[in-house]
């Protein structure tokens, strides 16, 4: 009997509630940010000139160190220049006897001993003789080989000994400019669009030539250290992407960036004010806009919808939907639906979270 009474008891007890689900929430503050775009790029020689012939022969000498720095009008190879030498000479002599006869002839002409036309045969003659000396003193000169811009020069493609000829395909050597350098970016036009609205609104800080500034990310994550420009003149567009090719122009005085090196490009495209951040967790992403649950005064849980436009850091910017003040959850947002009331639960501080990571963790 006694065990029937104290079952009975036990069934009249009314059953446990559930607890309050706990929340963490962020108050929400207006803030403004930095937004900087991430474009990958490739660097490109400012200038590249490929070095030819411009005279047939046999190249007698190389002149330059291969990967080294030249100068404009530095000599680079010579060729054999021995029949060049010959047709000068030869060209220089034909002058001084056209030169004569033109003399003669012009004296002669004054008292009408000779006729109008041998006279200006004669001195036709004489100009003919000046410019064939002009032409082999260029052909002469063209035996030395000259650089035709400052810059790096690569491997030569001849060696002593080899056959040149005037006009060939293939190049000798090539010399590329290196400072400045070029980095061509890939965005879309839209993008593109926008980031010099921003320039031209005065939204980002510019340079003293009006184009937003570059920073740069290596292959190895650094920062280079010069800063550079965009250059908005040489921007091409695809035909069939529809993107665009945004190329930026940074000082390279070290030579540390080669063409053809893969780089990220930092642009700074403006400040966003009157906006919030919000960690990724606490957002359900959506196509057009994102839900948030945000905790009303009674500590009831509402679904907002918002607009975020792109992360900063590990942070959504949001541009619509939410205020100053209100509590969005950023962690327990799995234990509630809209309507369900919460309990607001105290952020740890870094500190406390430090005392309690010891205690579970002795």
């Given amino acids: 009997m006694l065990a029937l009474t104290a079952c009975g008891q036990k069934s009249e007890m009314p059953p446990p509630q559930a607890a309050t689900p706990q929340v963490i929430v962020q108050e929400m503050q207006a803030t403004s940010v930095s937004v900087v775009d991430e474009l990958p790029g490739r ?43 010959a047709a000068y000479k030869k060209a220089t002599a034909n002058l001084s006897t056209a030169q004569l006869q033109a003399k003669r002839y012009s004296e002669l002409a004054k008292v009408n001993a000779v006729s109008r036309q041998a006279h200006d045969d004669a001195q ?3 100009q003919q003789a000046q410019a064939d000396v002009e032409i082999a003193r260029i052909n002469l000169e063209y035996t030395k080989v000259l650089s035709p811009i400052s810059g790096r020069i690569g491997r030569s493609a001849v060696s002593e000994g080899a056959l040149v000829i005037n006009g060939q395909p293939n190049a000798m050597a090539t010399v590329q400019q290196l400072d400045p350098i070029y980095v061509d970016m890939t965005q879309s036009s839209v993008e593109m669009m926008r980031l010099r609205r921003a320039l031209e609104e005065g939204r980002i800080q510019s340079n003293a030539e009006g184009n937003a500034p570059v920073k740069l990310r290596l292959e190895d994550g650094s920062i280079y250290e010069h800063e550079g420009a965009l250059q908005f003149s040489e921007v091409e567009v695809s035909p069939s992407t529809g993107s665009v090719t945004l190329r ?67 942070k959504w910017v949001i541009t619509e939907g939410l205020q100053d003040g209100d509590r969005v959850v950023v962690e327990g947002r799995q234990k509630v639906r809209p309507g369900a009331k919460v309990e607001v639960a105290p952020q740890q501080s870094s500190a406390d979270e430090t005392v309690a990571d010891a205690a579970q963790n002795p």
């Fill in 124 to 126: 036709a003659a004489y």
């Fill in 43 to 85: 660097t490109t020689a400012f200038r590249v000139a490929e070095v030819r012939p411009q005279v047939n022969g046999i190249v007698e000498k190389r002149l330059f160190k291969e990967g080294s720095e030249v100068e404009a009008g530095e000599q680079l190879y010579q060729i054999d220049d021995a029949s060049y030498q």
């Fill in 248 to 314: 930026a122009q940074l000082p390279n005085p070290d030579r540390k960036l080669l063409p053809g090196m893969f780089v990220h490009a930092e642009v700074e495209s403006g400040t966003l004010d009157g906006v919030y951040l919000l960690p990724n967790q606490a957002l359900m992403l959506g196509n057009e806009k994102s839900t948030v649950y945000v905790v009303d005064a009674d500590n009831h849980i509402e679904a907002r919808r918002v607009v975020n436009t792109r992360m900063v850091g590990d």
